[in-house]
Structures are given as C-alpha cells and as structure tokens.
C-alpha cells in the first residue's frame, strides 16, 4: 500500500506562485512516473504533469512554460512549482503514483487564484 501525501495549495493572487509537494510512502513498491492532476468545479480531472522514472515530463499545453515539475527520488518527493497563475487555474489539484499496473492518489490540495 502506498500513502500520497500533498502539501502547499493555498489562494493567491493572479501572477503569483505556489509550489506543490507530495511524498510517497509505504512498503515494497516501485515508482513509473508520478504526476499532477487537477479538478474544477463541474469539470473531468484532466493531466498537468506527469514524469516518470527516467525524468521525462510531459505538461497540459495550458500550463507549459508556467508550471515545472521535478522529482527527488531519494525522498519519493514530486513537486510542482507553479508561476504565473491564472485563475483558471483554479482547482483541486491532485497527485498521482503509478506503481506497475496500480495507480494511488493523494486526498487533494485546493489551489485557488483570485484578487
């Protein structure tokens, strides 16, 4: 069993910036890739950023060049640095561990831009 825990959502203002955190515990378990996803009200979860074991990322194009994450394998820590907010930006962003054919998700951290 794997434990996803988030840190670091919060409100700020159009243009400012939050960093994201998510460590991974548990026991015997190996990681693929782990990423970012989000929800708005009345929307699907969609992708903001994945990366993998082999440090390849792959972004939401409405998010590319604003949004960077980065992985510390030693602390089975993903983070997702994000600048110039927008609020559509807007949502519960989630973390995601993808261990073989098993997939864990973090309880969410709301993420709110607005002045």
């Known amino acids: 069993q794997v434990q996803l825990v988030e840190s670091g959502g919060g409100l700020v203002q159009p243009g400012g910036s939050l960093r994201l955190s998510c460590a991974a515990s548990?026991?015997?378990?190996?990681?693929?890739?782990m990423g970012w996803y989000r929800q708005a009200p009345g929307k699907q979860r969609e992708l903001v950023a994945r990366?993998?074991?082999?440090?390849?990322?792959n972004y939401a194009g409405s998010v590319e060049g604003r949004f960077t994450i980065s992985r510390d394998n030693a602390k089975n820590t993903v983070y997702l640095q994000m600048n110039s907010l927008k609020p559509e930006d807007t949502a519960v962003y989630y973390c995601n561990l993808r261990s073989g054919l098993i997939e864990y998700w973090g309880q969410g951290t709301q993420v709110t831009v607005s002045s």
């Open positions: 990366i993998t074991g082999g440090f390849s990322t």
């Open positions: 548990g026991s015997r378990f190996s990681i693929n890739a």
